[in-house]
C-alpha cells in the first residue's frame, strides 16, 4: 500500500480514536501502545498480538487481508484458536479473519457473545461460511445479522 492509499485509511481509523497516537511502521497505536487502532498493510496476513495490547478498536483490521491472528503467549486479554480471536477466557470471539481459509467455521464451545464487528470485514457474496453453535446458551440473533448460521451441521 503507498503513502497516498494509507492517509485517507489512516484519517478514517484516527476518526474513531480521538487521543493521542503513535505510528510503528504499518500499525498505529494509542500512545501507551495498548490499543490497537489500526493496520495500514492490506497485505499482511498473519498478525501476532503483542502483549501490550489491551484493547483492537472494531475497525483497526477491517482494512487488512488477514487469514491468521497469533497472540504473544501468556497474553493477558486476548487468545487465538485456529487463527480467530477470541477474549482471555473465551467467552467472546473478537475477530474473525476475512481472508481465513476454510468453508466450515465450528464456534469453541463457552463462547457466549460476538465483539461488534467480529464478522464485519467478511464477505459473505464472495465466499460463504457455516458458522456451527453447538452451545444452546449462544444468543444466535447475532449471527443472524450476518447472514449465516447453520446450528444442525454436523
Not at 463462547?111 to 467480529?118: H, Q, R, S
Not at 458458522?131 to 447472514?147: A, E, G
Request: aromatic share 12%; net charge negative.
Amino acid at each position: 500500500m503507498t503513502d497516498e492509499q494509507k492517509n485517507p485509511l489512516r484519517k478514517i481509523l484516527l476518526m474513531n480514536y480521538p487521543g493521542e497516537h503513535i505510528e510503528e511502521g504499518d500499525f498505529i497505536f494509542s500512545a501507551d501502545k495498548s490499543v490497537l487502532i489500526g493496520i495500514l498493510n492490506d497485505e499482511m496476513e498473519c498478525w501476532k498480538v503483542p502483549s501490550s495490547v489491551k484493547e483492537i478498536l472494531p475497525a483497526a483490521l477491517r482494512f487488512t487481508d488477514i487469514n491468521q491472528l497469533e497472540v504473544e503467549e501468556n497474553h493477558p486479554c486476548f487468545a487465538a484458536v485456529d487463527g480467530v480471536l477470541f477474549s482471555k477466557d473465551m467467552k467472546t470471539l473478537i475477530y474473525y479473519p476475512p481472508s481465513a481459509i476454510r468453508q466450515v467455521y465450528r464456534m469453541p464451545e463457552g463462547v457466549e457473545k460476538l465483539a461488534p464487528g467480529a464478522f464485519e470485514a467478511f464477505d459473505m457474496r464472495q465466499r460463504p461460511l457455516s458458522v456451527i453453535v453447538k452451545d444452546l446458551n449462544f444468543p444466535l440473533r447475532q449471527l443472524f445479522s450476518y447472514n449465516f448460521i447453520d446450528p444442525d451441521y454436523e
